[in-house]
């Protein structure tokens, strides 16, 4: 049996290590490092461009949930995160380059896969293939993929900057992990009310960089929305997002800031940081000058500034099954961001499916739809809803799930019956024959 995967980003090398484990010789295209993104800064496979948090760990989360059960299938990018992670309260982050790393060794070292490096411009017409592009497809892969789809959308991703730890002021700092979750696994950065005020009024008022190629104003995805652009919506927006002081206190003064920005460790040497929820599109000489009247950040050395770039993907309700493959043409899938899920784990986690149902196409065997019940089942149902008109990228979400047959008030409780119940139902499926 054989099979092609086109991208060697977290969906296609899911992809391609799960049918490799089960005796499929794939060949996995990947452009770099001949070509790269504009997102793009290494020649490692699976390579995070925008953050280094795969998000909550805890598995009465959406987002815990959806690992939890990705693992039930041997998720790889998982067990890289896993050797790699760095501490950051209940979220699951990783030294980047390390994952990419862990990652690129293990795809390489396969004895079924075989990497092809080359720029892809068309998809083969025989055979199984998964396209796992990425959300950055451009060319004359985007011009195929635009043919074979009748058209694609798009939308706009932003990454948030990554400052020296030896940069940030220890004075004006402290270490603290909201509601103490973790061990002091964030550095807090506090502002008090006159140094948030003069802080957003800089934000609202900085140039932003311009965006090149487009004529219009773009879509920007909610949950990457740039911080200048959420603090146009009003004074308190971000002190009640990102910069939200709830669960913290100051040591200096024994009361909750006005307001906070919270750095994670952006590397396992804890030698680098990023700035939480700070996706930007500022051009560069005003992330330094605005970000920096943060007091923590006054003497601050951006490793690498915030960046903004075009996300495109198809409109799969109208293309896909819920295995992730085309209605018109059942041996070809797509995987990852370009299907419309939107975060790492979303997009590893398609890339799984996509492999459980190539390899099913590949035996003559029926595909498979895992329970509505199960975050995987779910977003692989959203994608494929055929009834939806307006489609947009959808993270792991509870709003998912069909409610549970008893009501339970407390939201941690309904939460955890939630992760509960899909879990059980995973395992019923016969996870382990697939």
């Known amino acids: 049996m054989k099979a092609t995967v086109i991208g060697a980003g977290l969906a296609g090398c899911e992809a391609a290590y799960y049918l490799a484990n089960r005796g499929v010789k794939v060949t996995i295209i990947e452009q770099k490092p001949s070509k790269m993104s504009p997102a793009h800064h290494n020649e490692n496979f699976a390579e995070l ?14 987002g815990g949930l959806l690992k939890a059960e990705m693992r039930l299938f041997g998720s790889l990018c998982l067990a890289a995160a896993d050797e790699c992670r760095v501490p950051a309260g ?26 092809v490096y080359k720029e892809q411009q068309t998809i083969p017409n025989d055979g199984v293939v ?52 973790g061990e002091d696994d964030y550095i807090n950065c506090p502002l008090n009310k006159e140094e948030y005020e003069a802080f957003h009024a800089a934000l609202i008022t900085a140039e932003i960089a311009p965006l090149k190629s487009f004529d219009k104003a773009p879509t920007v995805y909610e949950g990457c929305m740039p911080i200048e652009i959420m603090a146009k919506r009003g004074a308190d ?3 009640f997002g990102p910069m939200k002081p709830v669960g913290l206190r100051d040591p200096k003064t024994g009361h909750r800031p006005w307001a906070v920005l919270q750095l994670r460790k952006e ?18 000489g005003e992330q330094k000058r605005v970000f920096s009247m943060i007091p923590a950040l006054k003497n601050a050395e951006f490793v690498r500034y915030g960046v903004m770039h075009r996300n495109s ?15 018109e043409n059942a041996n070809i899938f797509f995987a990852g961001q370009i299907t419309g899920v939107e975060g790492y784990m979303e ?64 939201k941690k409780q309904r939460y955890q019956a939630l992760a509960d119940r899909a879990l059980e139902d995973l395992k019923n499926t016969g996870v382990e024959k697939l």
């Open 237 to 239: 927006t971000i002190r």
């Open 347 to 410: 997009s590893a986690m398609s890339g799984i499916l996509a492999a459980v149902n190539a390899l099913r196409v590949l035996k003559g065997e029926e595909l498979i739809t895992l329970p509505a019940t199960t975050m995987m089942g779910a977003l692989s149902r959203y994608i494929s809803d055929d009834t939806v008109e307006n489609f947009q990228p959808m993270g792991a979400s509870f709003g998912l799930l069909p409610s549970l047959n008893v009501n339970i008030r407390d």
């Open 90 to 115: 209940g979220a699951l982050a990783v030294d980047r380059h390390i994952f990419s790393q862990i990652i690129t060794h293990k795809i390489k070292a396969h004895e079924n896969i075989e990497v």
């Open 267 to 284: 590397n396992s040497d804890g030698t680098m940081y990023n700035m939480v929820g700070f996706q930007t599109n500022l051009k560069f």
């Open 130 to 181: 998964i396209v796992a592009t990425g959300p950055l497809t451009d060319g004359e892969m985007a011009d195929e993929i635009s043919r074979l789809c009748g058209n694609s959308l798009s939308f706009f991703d932003a990454a948030a900057p990554i400052i020296s730890a030896d940069s940030i002021d220890k004075d004006t700092s402290f270490a603290q992990s909201r509601y103490d979750r």
């Open 313 to 327: 993907f198809i409109n799969s309700p109208k293309l896909l099954t819920s295995g992730f493959n085309m209605r």
């Open 49 to 62: 461009v925008c953050s280094n948090s795969l998000k909550a760990d805890r598995v009465s989360s959406a």
